[in-house]
């Protein structure tokens, strides 16, 4: 894969024409990736961890980096139009990665907005990461989906609803604008596939906060939860993802956080595979990831994140999402301006800190009318 024009490498592929080639060692994996979702690539920030263990076995990094560069590269090639909105990182320094998803399934008909619009290339879910691997620290702030973003004609959307119409790119200059963070790199997650990934890794443990039941629009079939830590499989996972009405106020901030419990717990439980296992569990991520980011710098940060899991740290928090109905738009729920709390957050995101406990509502505007009715 040539190197990428105007983004820093921070490592060298340095394969062999010794070394297995990814169909030789995963020629069922390989047969099954037949969607051409854009960058078929292993997602960095995920991957980063888990390629930190295989390398830390010392046994595996050699071959494993040749062959998951080769199915890394089938068929793949980087949208110049994304390319046109990172910024490039600097070497050695944090850098920013938006992450990006949508947790409709093909065939369920809907969307997690599916009592307003059928359309499933909204993005129901954006994180944006920041990434410091000098200090082993990554930072998860979730964008609420009903932010309130202007586009450039003047009209006000709902952010997700920026990949509807203009693709990724779209969307990582909304993000950029809204909290004022240049974003060096991006990732697709597909979370339809992980409902199989749940499954494969024999389920995954989170901490359920209220009871929920919800009928899985793919199945027909009802699916209850009860409060507390338990084991989930694939569908219940889902289904935890999805769940919002359940939560009563801050419904969004509640379930993005369910969403970020989620990813951690999937990492968490591939890093408990066996060494031997490791390989074939994270290639099977690959297929429910994808990232502007190439091989040889994915091998690298997962370098810089080797050693002991525990020793890294993880901070998470969900961005300003307090709002209401909005007249003015047509009735269209949306989450207040909040530039100073976006400001205050990302300050503290980039110092390091942990935003988790910060105060980033009180300085919302609020409409008048909003305030008469409340």
């Not at 956080?257 to 990813?263: A, E, G, T, V």
Request: proline fraction near 5%; charge should be negative.
């Amino acid at each position: 894969m040539p190197q990428q024009q105007g983004r820093p490498s921070v490592g060298a592929r340095g394969a062999s024409a010794a070394r297995p080639t990814a169909q030789q060692l995963y020629p069922e994996y390989l047969r099954k990736r037949k969607r051409s979702n854009l960058f078929k690539r292993a997602g960095a920030c995920v991957l980063a961890v888990l390629l930190a263990a295989v390398c830390a076995t010392g046994g595996y990094v050699l071959w494993y980096s040749s062959a998951l560069d080769g199915a890394l590269s089938l068929g793949t090639e980087t949208d110049a139009s994304v390319e046109a909105v990172l910024t490039p990182a600097e070497p050695g320094k944090p850098f920013y990665m938006l992450l990006l998803g949508s947790d409709s399934r093909e065939g369920s008909g809907t969307s997690s907005r599916a009592d307003e619009s059928g359309d499933s290339q909204r993005s129901d879910v954006m994180i944006l990461a920041r990434v410091d691997a000098s200090n082993r620290e990554v930072t998860l702030v979730s964008i609420p989906r009903d932010t309130r973003y202007t586009l450039e004609d003047g009209s006000v959307v709902k952010i997700n609803e920026a990949y509807n119409l203009g693709g990724a790119a779209a969307s990582i200059k909304a993000v950029s604008t809204v909290t004022g963070t240049p974003i060096n790199h991006y990732a697709e997650v597909h979370f339809s596939e992980f409902q199989e990934l749940v499954d494969k890794v024999g389920g995954i443990t989170v901490d359920v906060p209220v009871e929920i039941s919800y009928k899985d629009a793919l199945t027909g079939e009802t699916v209850s939860l009860q409060p507390g830590v338990q084991t989930l499989n694939g569908q219940q996972a889902q289904i935890f993802a999805r769940a919002r009405h359940e939560y009563g106020d801050n419904q969004e901030a509640k379930r993005q956080s369910n969403i970020r419990q989620i990813l951690t717990a999937i990492v968490e439980k591939v890093l408990q595979k066996p060494a031997m296992e490791l390989p074939g569990a994270i290639l099977d991520l690959a297929q429910s990831v994808g990232t502007d980011m190439n091989t040889p710098d994915i091998v690298s940060l997962a370098l810089s994140f080797s050693g002991d899991p525990g020793g890294m740290t993880l901070y998470s928090c969900t961005g300003p999402s307090n709002g209401d109905f909005d007249e003015a738009q047509n009735g269209l729920w949306l989450c207040y301006e909040n530039p100073e709390g976006w400001a205050t957050l990302m300050a503290a995101v980039d110092a390091g800190e942990d935003p988790g406990e910060l105060d980033v509502e009180s300085t919302a505007i609020i409409p008048a009318s909003s305030d008469a009715s409340a």
